[in-house]
């Protein structure tokens, strides 16, 4: 019950020095790497305003780019104080990775070389999945054990198996990469054939890779329409459509983009890893959401890839959603990009061996 000056108990004014309304939380550490990159330009203002860990979640932001950009983020960390935002507590802009994952609780792992027109996202690992290793070695180090980790940096999936291989003292549950712009993308482009507000559509599925190969799923997606829920491939009744334009307009969606803008999705990647932690952090309830996640074997998939399933989220865990019907369509398309993840695997390993 909130008293008349606003804080949810009475204060006794003898005993306690009060430094921020009670129901206030103590501040969370988070890091985003790439700070001073596109994604993050975005990221920022949407982890410090509120809408990633919620409007009672006060957070000290860590930024970490590279040495020569530190220019850059300083004009970055003016811009976040002339937000004036009451729920970032503190900004610690650095170089240098074990400062930056110091006690962190979540961690963006934005920063990495985006890729250009022509180039598939595999194309980037040689050049970034050192920094994964590096970074899995930091966290291992100074972070929190229960950190929550979501890769950005492509190649995404790859990436996250890497760094979790090198922070052998956390959970590998705890390293994520994203897959939620390609969900959000597929909510998107189904809630647009159907003709419904974008919102009225769950329960898409992306599983695998976070690149070409990827298998954009509606067969079990529900869309709500004048108030009844049904299925989305009822609602289309075009099979066709759902196995090939859909799928490849989703799979083909980020170079797209780099066509049109000459760089890539920056604005909607921001969105999409806001919605991943928030998910992580706060819960799904029933809907279902894809992430790629350490893979125990599950629908047939390879094991100890970071392959992106169906899951459900309560208390900060994701579990993956169970017992779905795979059609031999679906069984093609999950061992196609399952065969990609393994041999993207074995590359990297290759890379981080020197
Ligand atoms: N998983 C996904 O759905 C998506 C992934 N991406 C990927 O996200 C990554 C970042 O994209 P943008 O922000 O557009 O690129 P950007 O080039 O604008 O920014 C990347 C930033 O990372 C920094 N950086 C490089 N090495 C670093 C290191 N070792 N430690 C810390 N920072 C480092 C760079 O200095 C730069 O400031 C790219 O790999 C891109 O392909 C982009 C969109 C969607
Ligand atoms: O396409 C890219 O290189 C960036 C990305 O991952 C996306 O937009 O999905």
Redesign the pocket.
Known sequence: MACCCGYSEPIDTERVVVVAPLTMAAPIKVVVTGAAGQIAYSLLYQIASGAVFGPEQPVYLHLLDIAPMMGVLEGVVMELADCALPLLTGVLPTANPEEAFKDVAAAFLVGAM??REG?E?KD?LSANVRIFKEQGQALDKVARKDVKVLV?G?P?NTNALICSKYAPSIPKENFTA?TR??QN?AQSQLAAKIGVPVQDVKNVIIWGN?SSTQFPDASNALVKINGAEKPVPAAINDDEYLKTTFVSTVQK???A??AARKM??AL??AKAASDHMRDWFLGTGDRWVSMGVVSDGSYGTPRDVVFSFPVTVSNGKWKIVEGLTISDFARQMLDNTGKELAEEKQDALDVCKD
Do not use: F, K, T
């Open positions: 985006p890729r180039m996202r980037l950005v492509n995404a994203m712009l390609d993308r976070h969606r980020g170079a983009v780099i890539s999705s909607s990647a």
